[in-house]
């Protein structure tokens, strides 16, 4: 089955705004709507769902869907192995996260004067730090 348009061509349209149905979500990333029924099945995806209980898919499903076979076709990650990569993703994501936070932190705490009592310590504690 082809693939049709980029689903971010309208930008003014949010990444979680649910906005496809399955047979349209399905002809987007080139498969039979089996297949997203399988994903979601598996836990790799959870379309928001109308009143009446249909399926609907947003952009971000549709990245990750494009994900999972690019996992597949480049890596041959079976659906198990996919999970365990969104896993890992979102662990390195939140890892970044509170990296740069605790790196800002650092910057704030460097910028302020410390007083002289603590100068000292500051110095002795850096040369213990770890270097990236």
Request: net charge neutral; proline share 5%.
């Amino acid at each position: 089955m082809a693939q049709i348009g980029n689903p971010n061509d309208n930008p003014a349209l949010p990444d979680d705004e649910p906005c496809y149905v399955i047979s349209i979500a399905a002809r987007l990333v080139g498969v039979h709507q089996q297949t997203l029924r399988y994903y979601e099945r598996a836990g790799l995806l959870e379309p928001k769902r109308t009143v009446g209980n249909i399926r609907m898919y947003s952009n971000q499903d549709i990245a990750r869907i494009r994900q999972i076979q690019r996992w597949m076709d480049e890596f041959g990650v079976n659906l198990a192995g996919a999970e365990i990569m969104f896993r890992m993703t979102e662990q390195m994501r939140a890892l970044r996260e509170e990296l740069d936070s605790v790196r800002r932190e650092l910057d704030r705490l460097r910028s302020t004067r410390l007083p002289a009592p603590y100068r000292g310590a500051e110095r002795h504690e850096a040369r213990g730090m770890g270097h990236e």
